[in-house]
């Protein structure tokens, strides 16, 4: 009697292999572009060497790709799969990694969460924040351990910011600023359409999925996050990066007011922005990144900095620094022992911070503990990025109520305070 796919999946499900701190973690990859053989790169050699994980098995739905993955990390035939499905119903597999488009994002996971697989989950989280929200709920329900792959959230220098925050060195922190930035001459993701890639290589109707139905086009299969459909543009793909461990270092919580300017200003063959600004507002500060794919200025002018009333923390090339403002030196200096901070935040190479931010992810298999960027954290920073990609859209500020985890129509009016501190209320 055949089997379907979905009782499979089923069946996966009910077998979870209990880790022990020497067993090898066999990994699956869905996805196996410029992203994914990234992980096969830079994840697959010091963990086979550790002996903590191996990609056992791949899946794509282009014949190049999974060609070059299958050669790279020495596969047979039948550890390659078409159908992700058919990847996540494998027994022998602890994690699935979902390196794929984002529009992709939340069918997979839920899939591999109900599989019983733990995740490890490309940035943005998710589509949209009904999605990351769903993700997060299911994550909880099923107990698995899932980790958004902005590896930043793994960088010591935001860590160390969270102990001189938690300390009392800043004062209460008023707001926060980043920025991702390069100049790309010829337009941010201008990748090659390849020329084995046609409608016979490529599964065209797969890749689509949930997008809007169109015909055949390797600009979009290859240059996915220029258009709308299939990304939230450079707020997903690179904003992500910075809001996260800025809400590591400041605790996690949803944003309560998005606002968002930029455009389209020097590359003019795409929908999204490649020069963009948000700024999101929570409960007691609000955090600005600006970005431009098109000025490497400001990495310079516009670095990560989290300003408190007593002193700033600013991010350096590893280290962090801690500046008191002047009517607090004295204070500053009584309780940190000197009158500025220097503190060296080790390591600062990108790659080895890649490979703690996935070494996280397999020790919280093992523990059974939250990783760093868990599932719930992943969902209040998907809520800024979307909120900020529909501000900029629709040219307006949304709202998002984090009781009722809601979007508002429109944002409520602002507390005033009268000189005795108290919410100033017109009298009867």
Known sequence: ??????????????????????????????????LGMRHLRIYQKPMVDENKVRFAA???????????????IGLEDKHVHHDYQDLIARPDL?????????????????????????????????????????IAEETARSGRVLQIGAQWCSDPRYHLAREIIEKGLTGNILWAQSTYSMNSVYGLWQYEVEKEASQQTVDWPRFLGPAPKRPYSGERFFRWRKYWDYSNGVVSDFFYHRLAPLLVTLGGQFPRVVSANGGIYQVKDREVPETFTMTAEYENFFINIASSAASAGPERHHGPAIYGHEATISFHDGYIQVTPDRPFRKKFEQAA????????????????????????????????????????????????????????????????????????????????????????????
């Open 58 to 72: 791949i899946s794509d739905i282009y014949t190049g790709a999974k060609r070059r993955a299958q050669q790279h």
């Open 1 to 34: 009697m055949a089997i379907s796919r979905r009782t499979a999946i089923l069946s996966a499900a009910s077998y979870t292999r209990v880790l022990g701190a020497n067993d090898r973690i066999q990994a699956g990859l869905i996805g196996c572009g410029n």
């Open 337 to 428: 022992g000197k009158p500025t901070l220097q503190i060296e935040a080790l390591p600062k190479d990108l790659n080895v911070i890649r490979i703690n931010h996935a070494r996280n992810f397999y020790d919280c298999m093992r523990t059974r503990k939250q990783p760093v960027l868990h599932a719930q954290l992943g969902y209040q920073v998907m809520t800024a990025i979307k909120l900020a990609a529909d501000s900029y859209r629709q040219r307006r500020m949304m709202a998002f109520d984090p009781y009722t985890q809601r979007q508002l129509a429109e944002a409520p009016p602002r507390p005033g305070y009268e000189g005795t501190g108290e919410n100033y209320t017109e009298p009867a």
């Open 94 to 134: 602890d994690a699935i990694f979902v390196v794929t488009p984002e529009h992709w994002h939340h069918r997979m996971t839920l899939d591999a969460l109900r599989a019983g697989k733990d995740v490890y989950l490309e940035k943005p989280m998710a589509f949209t924040i009904a999605e990351a929200k769903e």
